[in-house]
């Protein structure tokens, strides 16, 4: 069975510059979160959503964006990027939101963005 | 604001010796407590996980104790291999989303 997976692996831009980064969750699955991990520390939630909805924030600037589409796939986008955004983001799937072991999060291997 | 205390930060183990990591949590809304395994270049992996009505969850060569009054939790891996060189997170949250994470320890074992 495939895994989370995200595209692209790698990208580098400049500051100011706008990024789309995508996730096909595990399929079943219908909440898919984001997290930002900046080298050398552990992974900050950014977003969740289920069914296309969203149902959870993390403490970041409204500069970062997402959105979930009907097949569950999510979109992180990030605009007018800073030399602090450069990081590893993941995206972790799971069945539902909460009650149970079907609702673990799996993530995906991330895609490496550099902001020069 | 920093809400999952991991120590140490590095740790080197010999071959068959015993591994643990520590962590502290703050929010008293977490039930909760996964351990992540994080390869370079990897995402994290889930490796084990607890709920705060237990004291103590073992897996093969992972075991997780769990101390709710302290509020604290930890990592042994018994008969620590090379290959269980990685970085490890711990992480806690309320129900099984919004994860919060440890900064994480990075344990070499070595033979």
């Known amino acids: 069975d495939a895994g989370v997976t995200q595209s692209p692996t790698h990208l580098i831009k400049t500051r100011g510059q706008h990024v789309t980064l995508r996730c096909s969750p595990i399929s079943g699955h219908k909440s898919v979160s984001w997290y930002q991990q900046v080298l050398g520390q552990g992974p900050q939630f950014i977003f969740q959503y289920y069914e296309k909805e969203e149902r959870g924030r993390g403490n970041f600037p409204d500069r970062f964006s997402a959105r979930q589409f009907p097949n569950y796939s999510s979109e992180l986008n990030v605009n007018a990027l800073l030399l602090g955004d450069s990081a590893l983001y993941l995206c972790?799937?799971?069945?539902?939101?909460?009650?149970?072991?079907?609702?673990?999060?799996?993530f995906g291997p991330g895609t490496r963005l550099t902001v020069l | 604001q920093q809400q999952v205390k991991q120590s140490p930060q590095s740790l080197i183990v010999q071959k068959g010796g015993i591994s643990i990591i520590n962590c502290a949590y703050e929010?008293?809304?977490?039930?909760?407590f996964p351990w992540y395994q994080q390869f370079p270049g990897k995402g994290p992996a889930l490796l084990i996980a607890i709920r705060p009505d237990v004291s103590e969850k073992k897996e093969g060569r992972f075991t997780i104790s769990f101390n709710k009054s302290a509020k604290q939790f930890s990592l042994h891996i018994m008969d620590s291999q090379p290959g269980d060189s990685a970085t490890y997170f711990c992480?806690?949250?309320?129900?099984?989303?919004?994860?919060?994470f440890g900064t994480g320890t990075k344990l070499q074992v070595i033979p």
């Open positions: 992480a806690a949250s309320p129900g099984y989303q919004k994860v919060t």
């Open positions: 972790a799937s799971s069945w539902g939101l909460a009650g149970g072991s079907t609702d673990t999060q799996y």
């Open positions: 929010n008293t809304a977490f039930d909760y």
